[in-house]
């Protein structure tokens, strides 16, 4: 089965063809191919105190990894052309009751109510699942890092295609496309406090934890990439 999947994947780049925008990068037998996005900063910002000769060549110059570049599926679903994952889009809705509402806030660990919960919903909805899939999951925090633009200073540090349409009023994905000056939770545990998660910041690019039963966190749903079968 893997033969047959590198070969495939082999005549697809052969005919200049590349993976559409519903499909997963990647299944249970290979992972396919992706690129490491790049930060999104394109601006140099040398360093005014030094007085050597050495140059300067910072991510401004360099420029490393593949310049962030995405895809709005029309579905409520946005891919990555770099890495293949593909994203929940979030929206406005009435009183921020929706599913998908930018303003919707979860504990990671509760009761009730927590981000796993709002998980499955998102898995089974219509029947099933957001976009026709029901493999979404809530990203590890190396993924939730990748679609940071560091060449943003406005918060929310994201590319366009994840904060677009301003305004208070509600908006559909065909209006809009949001994301909170907020903290996002990952599934990535902190190993040295296992009571907490790991987060990532969209409104100063920063990586830290916050404890599992902390509530007003955001959440944004993914799927695809690399997942061992």
Known sequence: MKSISILSLALLVGLGLSATAVQAWGTPDTCGASTFPATGQTTSHPPILKTTDAPVRDDGVVRAGGALSYQNNGDGTITDLNTGLMWEQKIRNVGGAGLHDVSRTFPWDAAMGTIWDWLEEVNTEG??????FNDWRIPNVKELESIVDYGTSSPPLVDPAFNNGPGIGPCTVAECSLTASNFYWSSTTNEASPTSAREVNF??????????TGAGDSVRAVRGGCVPG
């Not at 029947?127 to 026709?132: A, E, I, K, Q, R």
């Open 203 to 212: 409104t100063f690019g920063v990586t830290t934890f916050f404890t599992k």
């Open 127 to 132: 029947g099933t699942g957001l976009g026709g």
